[in-house]
């Protein structure tokens, strides 16, 4: 068995002595992508701009939704303003609820963070006649 052991040991070795002529080892180096760097201005306004589309079904609505919130940051209001008024032409109450709840929960630990979106959406709220989950109670469940 000893045998058998050394000798994969010394057939393991003499392949790593080995070495390719013409062949150098790549230095160590991070692959990043060169594809442009998208500023916040840029991102909010794709946002703005998809939720703001005419045509936009509840599907793309859910779908961008997911997207937007499966990023690690809370959407800008402008961003919420936008998928709210896309709710309300769907005629979804309950989307635009559940966007509320996510953005809630997406803030996590922060507690300045929610506040702060609904006093800048209060007035969009407001003219929608859309409701908060604290309003309608079903925070507490």
Not at 96 to 107: F, G, Q, Y
Not at 111 to 140: F, H, W
Request: hydrophobic fraction near 35%; glycine fraction near 6%.
């Amino acid at each position: 068995m000893f045998r058998a052991i050394s000798r994969l040991s010394t057939a393991g070795f003499r392949s790593l002595v080995r070495t390719r002529t013409g062949y150098s080892a790549p230095l160590a180096s991070r692959c990043y992508s060169h594809g442009k760097v998208e500023t916040d201005e840029e991102f909010d306004s794709r946002w703005v701009t998809y939720f703001s589309k005419p045509d936009i079904d509840a599907w793309e609505l859910r779908k961008g939704m997911n997207t937007l919130i499966g990023y690690d940051l809370v959407p800008e209001p402008k961003i919420l303003d936008s998928a709210l008024r896309a709710c309300r032409r769907l005629n979804d109450l309950a989307s635009a609820i559940r966007i509320l709840e996510a953005v809630k929960d997406k803030a996590g630990p922060h507690k300045d963070i929610y506040p702060y979106v609904i006093q800048e959406l209060k007035p969009t709220l407001t003219e929608l006649g859309i409701s908060t989950p604290e309003e309608l109670g079903i925070d507490k469940l």
